[in-house]
C-alpha cells in the first residue's frame, strides 16, 4: 500500500503541473491512494467546486485543506456536500465542512485527517485533542490512517508527529511551502516529515511573485499578491506500508521539476 501526498497546491501553474505529472507518478511509485493538499489552487487563496471537481476527476482520492479554507464562498455548501474533501477538523464544528474520511481501493481502508496548527493560526480548537478525538471516531474503520498537519510553527508539527507517532501510518506537515529534510519513520512506525513543500513556483516567494513579496517586505504597505509561474516543482511524498495496519516501512521525499516544454 503506497500513498502519495502532494503538498500545498499554488494558483493556476500549480494545478497544471500537478494534473501534467500525476499519471506518470502514479504509475511510478505504484500509488493506491493519492491526497492532495489543495488550499491554495484557486489563484493562491482557496478552492472552488470547479477546481474540486477537477482534481478528482484526475483521480486524486482526498483533497485536505487548511487555514484558506473559506476564502472562497463557492466552496462552503460543497464542504458538506463531498466527502472526500477535507477542512481541519479542530475548526468549529458551527463551520462547514468535515476534518476526516475514509476511502477504500483494492480492500485497503484509509482514513484521511485534516488537522490546523494553532500556534500563528486561528483554529477553533486545540488540534492535540481533535487529534485524539479524530482517531477515536476511525477506530475499527480503517487500516491506515493519514494525517496533514496544517501548521506555520515546526516545533508543533514535530510534537503531533511524536503524539501520534504509533497511532496512524503518517504524519505529513504543510503550510508552509517549503520542504523539509526530516522525512523518516519514528519509532512507534508511523512516516513523518515537518513539511512536504509545494506544488507551484519554486521562482516566486512561496508561490507568489517575487517582486510583489519583496515590495510588501520592502514598503510595509499593503500588496497584492499573484501566484508566479516561473520554475515550477511538484513536491511531495510516498509512504510505503505492508500488511501491518497503522505502520508505515517507509517514506520517499519527491521534488519533480516541471518537464522541459511544460507550460
Known amino acids: 500500500m503506497n500513498i502519495l501526498f502532494v503538498g500545498d497546491v499554488v494558483g493556476s501553474t500549480g494545478r497544471r503541473l500537478l494534473l501534467h505529472l500525476l499519471p506518470e507518478l502514479r504509475e511510478r511509485h505504484d500509488a493506491t491512494f493519492v491526497v492532495v493538499n489543495g488550499e491554495n489552487v484557486a489563484g493562491g487563496v482557496g478552492i472552488t467546486p470547479k477546481n474540486a471537481d477537477e482534481l478528482f476527476d484526475a483521480g486524486v482520492d482526498v483533497i485536505t485543506l487548511g487555514n484558506h479554507t473559506y476564502r472562497q464562498r463557492a466552496i ?6 463531498q466527502e472526500r474533501i477535507l477542512r481541519p477538523a479542530n ?6 465542512g468535515h476534518g476526516s474520511c475514509v476511502v477504500e481501493r483494492a480492500g485497503i481502508r484509509l482514513g ?3 488537522l490546523s496548527g494553532n500556534l500563528f493560526l486561528r483554529a477553533g480548537r486545540p488540534a492535540f485533542s481533535e487529534a485524539d478525538a479524530a482517531l477515536h471516531g476511525l477506530r475499527g474503520k480503517v487500516d ?4 496533514d498537519m496544517h501548521a506555520e510553527a515546526t516545533s508543533e508539527k514535530v510534537a503531533m508527529g511524536w503524539h501520534l507517532d504509533g497511532r496512524v501510518t503518517a504524519v505529513v ?3 508552509t511551502h517549503v520542504p523539509t529534510a526530516d522525512a ?3 519509532p512507534g512506525g ?3 516529515i515537518t513539511d512536504v513543500g509545494m506544488t507551484g513556483a519554486r521562482g516566486g516567494v512561496i508561490g507568489v511573485k517575487r517582486e510583489q513579496a519583496v515590495e510588501a517586505l520592502v514598503t510595509q504597505m499593503p500588496t497584492r499578491f499573484e501566484p508566479s509561474d516561473d520554475d515550477p516543482w511538484l ?12 505502520r508505515a516501512d517507509g517514506i520517499e521525499q519527491l521534488l519533480v521539476p516541471a518537464p522541459a516544454g511544460f507550460r
Do not use: E, W
Request: aromatic share 10%.
Open 112 to 114: 484521511v485527517v485534516n
Open 91 to 96: 475548526f468549529l464544528k458551527s463551520q462547514p
Open 184 to 186: 523518516r519513520v519514528l
Open 76 to 81: 462552503y455548501p460543497y464542504l458538506d456536500a
Open 173 to 175: 506537515g504543510t503550510h
Open 190 to 192: 508511523t512516516a513523518y
Open 235 to 246: 513536491m511531495g511524498v510516498v509512504v510505503k506500508a505492508t500488511s501491518s495496519a497503522l
Open 144 to 147: 491506515h490512517v493519514l494525517v
